[in-house]
């Protein structure tokens, strides 16, 4: 499945071919008025949808400002209190540099109800895994809902969508998440009831009967077909087990055939009966309805399976979905293996010591009023170097991965430059708001050549010298990045789109 970040632009009409084809196998799926509705409801525009951030902004007071200023007609998403539609807006959503600095991240309202199925109540410094995590949106959210405390492992086995994954966290300012590149079926076998939640947002046919940027429908034959649904099941069965007994897993698609849904659950719980139990889930969904399927033609299934949710576009208007949480009850006969072993050392990393930590966190106190050391005991992080760089690294990583081979791990701090310590674009992007110092607010008039990317002439009040590294502010109070104080100008330290 391709799972593409979404843009602010309304859906393509899908080619006739595709739609029809998927329109003939799941039309008998429904009642006569059923059928009506959802025929009704493709002639409908999808509207574009943003999650906002909450590691750097008040969601609610955020959604009301950027719909201000930017003229949205918005409406809330039932399922997730961070999420909305924009039914109109003055120009596309992916413009504002909230976006582009991760205050939010556009995604379709169905995407957003995986993570939200979750329960992380109890949960201080929760494990997760995103067996397939790319390109990160999902993984965005998991980050969102356990405040970036603990650790998410967020793999992906293509290594081509490794990148966009990298590039979606950063932006986001995940700090707790280490990206690994596997197939997702070892790491039941690898890591046996280790993880209090796992996600499952599966490779699938994308039969979801509405086609985006990311999500083209397309003809799909049966044996294709047949081929997703075992991989898919061999995945779940790695999720149930890496997940420890009590914990969670959610195992979503974006496509409505269901081989690919109602049919993989009934094929683990027939092969694990008594291992775990598929969760309701009306209480989730704004007290809409929407069960899963009890037979498919001549198939039947596990009477379990209509407690998942299957989203049919006329429920939300949304594309077509489908979710399940599933609770494990008992252990899984899994035959462990051992997983692979690269120390991070070995990578050229290494713990910085109390001292030096204590040194950097007192210069980035005393620049920007940043409250280091107490934000760092919270989220379980700490000071590693490599090379001239400093990280930001989740210590949940440290305690049961350490040999672990990782595509990215942490969220880097700045670099070392003979200058001084130069703070990163994405430290300054998490935490800018909170500080109290070091910080250059941008008069009106210089608003758009910033966002342009270009220099600011002229001086700036107060007692910044220059050289300093600044975090730099509209008149409203919104972040628009870094600068560096030089002679007479504030270099623009803004980096270059990459999405």
């Keep these: 499945m391709s799972k593409s970040k979404r843009s602010g632009k309304r859906a393509p009409v899908p080619q006739a071919a595709p739609l029809e084809s998927a329109l003939q196998r799941f039309s008998p799926l429904l009642s006569?008025?059923?059928?009506?509705?959802?025929?009704?409801?493709?002639?409908?525009?999808?509207?574009?949808?943003?999650?906002?951030?909450?590691?750097?902004?008040?969601?609610?007071?955020?959604?009301?400002?950027?719909?201000?200023?930017?003229?949205?007609?918005?409406r809330p998403v039932p399922y997730c209190a961070d999420g909305r539609w924009v039914l109109s807006s003055a120009a596309p959503i992916s413009q504002p540099i909230e976006h582009r600095l991760g205050f939010y991240y556009i995604q379709d309202a169905a995407s957003m109800l995986p993570v939200e199925l979750f329960d992380f109540d109890g949960l201080a410094d929760p494990l997760m895994l995103d067996l397939a995590a790319s390109p990160g949106g999902k993984t965005t959210h998991l980050v969102s809902r356990s405040a970036d405390r603990g650790l998410v492992v967020a793999n992906d086995s293509?290594?081509?969508?490794?990148?966009?994954?990298?590039?979606?966290?950063?932006?986001?300012?995940?700090?707790?998440?280490?990206?690994?590149?596997?197939?997702?079926?070892?790491?039941?076998?690898?890591?046996?009831?280790?993880?209090?939640?796992?996600?499952?947002?599966?490779?699938?046919?994308?039969?979801?009967?509405?086609?985006?940027?990311?999500?083209?429908?397309?003809?799909?034959?049966?044996?294709?077909?047949?081929?997703?649904?075992?991989?898919?099941?061999?995945?779940?069965?790695?999720?149930?087990?890496?997940?420890?007994?009590?914990?969670?897993?959610?195992?979503?698609?974006?496509?409505?055939?269901?081989?690919?849904?109602?049919?993989?659950?009934?094929?683990?719980?027939?092969?694990?009966?008594?291992?775990?139990?598929?969760?309701?889930?009306?209480?989730?969904l704004g007290g809409q309805s929407a069960p899963g399927l009890l037979a498919d033609g001549d198939l039947s299934f596990?009477?379990?399976?209509?407690?998942?949710?299957?989203?049919?576009?006329?429920?939300?208007?949304?594309?077509?979905?489908?979710?399940?949480?599933?609770?494990?009850?008992?252990?899984?006969?899994?035959?462990?293996?051992?997983?692979?072993?690269?120390?991070?050392?070995?990578?050229g990393f290494a713990p910085l010591g109390r001292r030096e930590a204590a040194e950097v966190l007192a210069r980035l106190a005393q620049t920007y009023g940043w409250e280091g050391p107490s934000i760092l005991e919270q989220a379980g992080l700490e000071i590693w170097q490599r090379g001239s760089n400093f990280y930001l690294m989740p210590q949940r990583y440290f305690q049961q991965f350490s040999q672990l081979p990782v595509q990215s791990l942490g969220l880097q701090l700045g670099e070392q430059t003979p200058d001084g310590l130069l703070p990163s674009h994405e430290w300054v992007a998490r935490y800018g708001m909170h500080f109290t110092a070091g910080i250059y607010k941008l008069p009106a008039e210089h608003l758009s050549a910033w966002l342009?990317?270009?220099?600011?002439?002229?001086?700036?009040?107060?007692?910044?010298?220059?050289?300093?590294?600044?975090?730099?502010?509209?008149?409203?109070?919104?972040?628009?990045?870094?600068?560096?104080?030089?002679?007479?100008?504030?270099?623009?330290?803004l980096p270059g789109r990459v999405f």
């Design 32 to 74: 006569a008025e059923g059928l009506k509705a959802l025929l009704e409801e493709l002639e409908r525009p999808v509207y574009p949808s943003l999650r906002a951030n909450p590691l750097k902004c008040e969601p609610q007071s955020a959604l009301e400002a950027w719909a201000g200023r930017y003229g949205w007609q918005t």
């Design 302 to 347: 596990d009477p379990a399976v209509r407690n998942a949710a299957r989203l049919w576009p006329q429920l939300f208007g949304t594309a077509g979905f489908f979710a399940a949480r599933l609770t494990k009850l008992a252990p899984l006969p899994v035959v462990r293996q051992p997983p692979p072993a690269r120390p991070l050392d070995r990578t």
């Design 452 to 493: 342009r990317g270009e220099d600011i002439q002229g001086s700036p009040e107060g007692n910044i010298l220059p050289g300093s590294i600044v975090a730099v502010f509209d008149e409203t109070g919104q972040l628009l990045g870094r600068g560096k104080i030089l002679a007479g100008r504030l270099k623009n330290l």
């Design 158 to 284: 293509s290594q081509e969508r490794i990148t966009a994954l990298r590039i979606v966290l950063q932006n986001w300012g995940a700090a707790s998440c280490a990206v690994t590149h596997f197939p997702g079926e070892k790491f039941g076998a690898w890591y046996p009831e280790t993880f209090d939640r796992v996600l499952l947002d599966a490779p699938c046919s994308m039969q979801g009967l509405r086609s985006s940027e990311g999500h083209a429908m397309r003809l799909i034959s049966g044996r294709e077909q047949a081929a997703l649904a075992h991989r898919q099941a061999g995945l779940l069965e790695s999720a149930l087990g890496a997940v420890k007994v009590g914990g969670q897993v959610v195992y979503s698609t974006c496509t409505l055939s269901p081989e690919e849904d109602e049919g993989v659950l009934d094929v683990l719980l027939k092969k694990f009966p008594r291992a775990f139990q598929v969760d309701p889930l009306d209480s989730r």
